[in-house]
């Protein structure tokens, strides 16, 4: 079973046949919102919106523990491609641009951010050198480009905690620190996939330049953000059908 955990702008997917929808409580609470059960192409695929199906959960406080316990162990789902819209740092990586990121960089605090919490249960290390699966991110672009979608192998995603965006200083520091897309939800989300031992990769959508970038030199635009994620998120839905079709 395939999860599909979308980000701002893709609370539905329009091609998924639904099947069933479930509400579904977690020993770590209530996930965003009912898991939706469905066939797009040839593939049984479970969808969950990240920010609540309404868009209403700011990514501080997404239920991330709920969100992927309810994943793993109520769809059993042992794969997530995870679509999230990112702030673009690098000149490469322009609003519009498909990335399918190989590193993550962790600035987020204060959010649970795994399942081990001692206790009972034994002190647990899980390996996260790299971060993403490599078998389901080069499906991932292999699957981009037959479909004649154009998308970024690789690039190094900040987690940063939101809500608000980043100073101009704060990207600069970013891009010193070797980063070149910025979001908000990539961890925990990340991390407690590896936990489940679930393989995780993200689609990531460049919906604006990083603050004090281009044309964020003097602010972000969020009329133009729309428009893009609009666009971007189009490619990204063919991309999802190609793979769940292959
Ligand atoms: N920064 C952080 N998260 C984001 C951005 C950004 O510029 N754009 C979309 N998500």
């Given amino acids: 079973m395939l999860a599909i955990i979308g980000g701002s702008g893709l609370t539905r997917l329009a091609n998924l046949d639904v099947s069933r929808r479930e509400v579904v409580r977690t020993p770590f609470g209530d996930p965003s919102g009912a898991l939706t059960f469905g066939r797009l192409g040839g593939a049984e695929v479970v969808f969950l919106a990240r920010h609540g ?11 991330y523990r709920a969100n992927l316990w309810a994943i793993a ?3 059993k789902a042992d794969r997530i491609i995870s679509v999230a819209s990112v702030g673009g740092i690098r000149a490469h ?15 987020t605090w204060g959010r649970s951010s795994t399942f081990f919490e001692g206790g009972e249960s034994k002190v647990i290390h899980v390996d996260f050198t790299h971060p993403y699966d490599t078998a389901l991110r080069g499906e991932l672009i292999q699957i981009a480009r037959i ?3 154009t998308v970024i192998d690789g690039s190094v995603y900040a987690a940063t905690q939101g809500p608000r965006l980043e ?6 520091r970013l891009e010193q620190d070797g980063v070149d897309i910025v979001g908000m939800t990539g961890m925990p989300e ?3 996939a590896r936990e489940l031992e679930i393989s995780y990769a993200a689609l990531c959508v460049v919906a604006n330049w990083a603050a004090g970038r281009a044309d964020s030199s003097q602010g972000i635009h969020f009329e133009s953000i729309e428009e893009v ?4 998120l189009a490619q990204a839905r063919l991309i999802i059908e190609g793979f769940c079709s292959s």
């Fill in 53 to 63: 199906y309404g868009h209403t959960i700011p990514p501080h406080l997404v239920n």
């Fill in 147 to 149: 479909v004649g979608q």
């Fill in 73 to 75: 162990k109520v769809a």
């Fill in 167 to 172: 100073t101009a200083a704060e990207i600069n």
């Fill in 93 to 107: 990586l322009g609003p519009g641009t498909l990335v399918v990121p190989h590193q993550i960089i962790d600035y």
């Fill in 229 to 232: 994620l609009h666009a971007s």
């Fill in 190 to 192: 990340a991390v407690l």
